[in-house]
């Protein structure tokens, strides 16, 4: 049985103090929240935040994650964070390929497998986002970029590492625009993920695989795109900036 999940992506939002109380808000409330077992509540803050929320959330009920790690174990790398530093830091899963990484910071398939090798060399869980901007899904060729993206990041994975991946799928044109997917093109995309999956690395691999939808993502629209069947929850953004609203997007899994 493939677990859910529920992770939030603060971005580049808040600072330390806000960032704390934000997760002590979220923690303090997710006690009255009676999860399923096979539900994760993921919260990914900004580095500088890593070790101060991880001292005042449950690690049993909140895992940790970063939005990002370095390509290399360690070095002459001015500015970068490594994968292992994070996981001494108490992380549990690292966001990798958002559509804002390789927009603004040019990460390309190249990079992604770097990045991905080091998070499963230190044990965490890479989040790996994929998706389509606007032009691209008018033009019909959604489904071929994601696959590209899919396929030459992480098909040089064996099965066992690629059991260890959660695939998220972002639409570009969906991410903080207040435009959501409806609950049938998510589903859509969720299906054609796993059978493309499932091509290359068997029934077992792409019915276990996680898969989370992001853009857009709010207390009044996530029980509908949750409930479809190869939507396993979401990468959340802005609604997780608020303990509250994230808090009922955990509820609607």
Same mark, same amino acid.
């Given at each position: ?11 580049? +939002?808040?600072?330390? =103090? ?6 002590? %808000? ?9 999860? =399923? ?7 990914? /803050? /900004? ?11 449950? +690690?049993? #009920? ?28 108490? !992380?549990?899963?690292?966001?990798? @390929?958002?559509?804002?990484? =390789? ?17 499963? #060399?230190?044990?965490?869980? /890479?989040?790996?986002? !994929?998706?389509? %901007? ?54 859509? %995309? ?36 949750? *409930?479809? /069947?190869?939507?396993? @929850? ?8 608020? *303990? ?10």
């Amino acid at each position: 049985m493939r677990n859910k999940i529920v992770a939030g992506n603060w971005k580049m +939002n808040t600072i330390v =103090r806000d960032g704390v109380a934000l997760a002590s %808000m979220i923690n303090n409330e997710l006690k009255e929240v009676e999860l =399923r077992e096979d539900v994760k509540v993921i919260i990914a /803050p /900004p580095f500088t935040h890593l070790t101060f929320v991880s001292q005042v959330v449950d +690690n049993k #009920k909140i895992l940790l994650a970063a939005q990002n790690c370095a390509t290399e174990d360690a070095g002459a790398y001015t500015g970068e964070i490594s994968a292992e530093m994070l996981k001494m830091l108490g !992380c549990n899963a690292v966001i990798l @390929g958002h559509s804002e990484r =390789r927009a603004y910071y040019g990460e390309t398939s190249e990079t992604l497998i770097k990045k991905t090798e080091q998070v499963i #060399k230190n044990e965490m869980t /890479p989040i790996f986002c !994929c998706g389509e %901007m606007l032009e691209q899904r008018e033009a019909g060729n959604h489904f071929k970029i994601v696959e590209a993206q899919i396929s030459e990041a992480l098909f040089h994975l064996s099965e066992e590492d690629f059991a260890k991946i959660v695939i998220a799928y972002e639409p570009v044109w969906a991410i903080g625009t207040g435009v959501t997917a409806s609950k049938e093109q998510a589903q859509e %995309m969720h299906a054609f993920i796993r059978n493309f999956v499932k091509e290359k690395y068997g029934d077992k691999v792409a019915e276990n695989l996680t898969i989370l939808y992001g853009g857009s993502v709010k207390p009044n629209n996530a029980k509908e795109i949750f *409930a479809e /069947p190869d939507v396993d @929850g979401g990468l959340i953004g802005g609604a997780s900036l608020k *303990a509250d609203s994230f808090i009922d997007i955990i509820k609607a899994i």
